[in-house]
């Protein structure tokens, strides 16, 4: 992000797209499911819970197209596949820890004051 309040958060800015990579619901949560190593896709989806096959399959591929996750496909009957953290996948780690943190820290007032609002209203 520049200096110049104009040019803040545009379609092309860094900052925009590390946002848009976390905002989804699911990107961050399989990012930390393959924390580990790899996994296959219904490891993952028993391991995460409450994601659709469909839902996993359409993250694991933009994770994919943004270089977060490597996926591996192997030979045999029934064939496998597996998918991987990269090394830049890795590195979202630590915000993606933070991020969690923040919500066990600060979760409890998020939700009182969305109950004050409802209340409220």
Known sequence: MTSDPS???LADCRTRLAFDLVSNTWNPV???ALKDGPRR???LR???G???QKVLTETLRRLEFNGLVARRAYNGSPPRVEYELTGLGR???TPIHAFGAWAHDHGDEVMAA???????S
């Open 41 to 43: 896709p219904r490891e």
């Open 7 to 9: 040019s803040s958060f």
């Open 50 to 52: 409450g994601i659709s």
């Open 30 to 32: 399989v990012v930390w």
């Open 46 to 48: 028993a391991h995460i």
């Open 114 to 120: 969305q109950d004050r609002c409802t209340r409220d």
């Open 91 to 93: 590195t979202l780690l």
